[in-house]
């Protein structure tokens, strides 16, 4: 059974970068395209990005556009999400997650692995 495990989360002031990993372990992320997922105190969790399994398309919804991007790194079985530019509505845990098969990358509710979260605070 894939496992993912967040990495890199931490406190970062206002306009500072984080970087996420999403490392995957007892099979390969090959199967599965790949999202990133956020949930503020008191709110639902939200899709933020995601990239496809098979040709790595990348999609980002509107509030994080031209901040963070998306990369999987195949030899190293990791998905990373570079966040730029922080913005202290960006705190809130980040989980990533996988869906199987062939489904859209943006299908949000239909994500079935998920990993354990990394807390990201951006505060002055």
């Known amino acids: 059974q894939l496992q993912l495990v967040e990495s890199g989360g931490g406190l970062v002031q206002p306009g500072g970068s984080l970087r996420l990993s999403c490392a995957a372990s007892?099979?390969?992320?090959?199967?599965?395209?790949i999202g990133w997922f956020r949930q503020a105190p008191g709110k639902e969790r939200e899709g933020v990005s995601c990239?496809?399994?098979?040709?790595?398309?990348?999609t980002y919804v509107d509030s994080v556009k031209g901040r963070f991007t998306i990369h999987k790194d195949n030899a190293k079985n990791t998905v990373y999400l570079q966040m730029n530019s922080l913005k202290p509505e960006d705190t809130g845990s980040y989980y990533c997650?996988?869906?199987?098969?062939?489904?859209?990358?943006?299908?949000?509710?239909?994500?079935?692995?998920w990993g354990e979260g990394t807390q990201v605070t951006v505060s002055s």
């Open positions: 997650a996988g869906i199987s098969g062939l489904r859209s990358c943006t299908y949000w509710k239909e994500y079935d692995l």
């Open positions: 007892g099979g390969t992320l090959d199967d599965y395209a």
């Open positions: 990239i496809s399994r098979t040709l790595g398309r990348t």
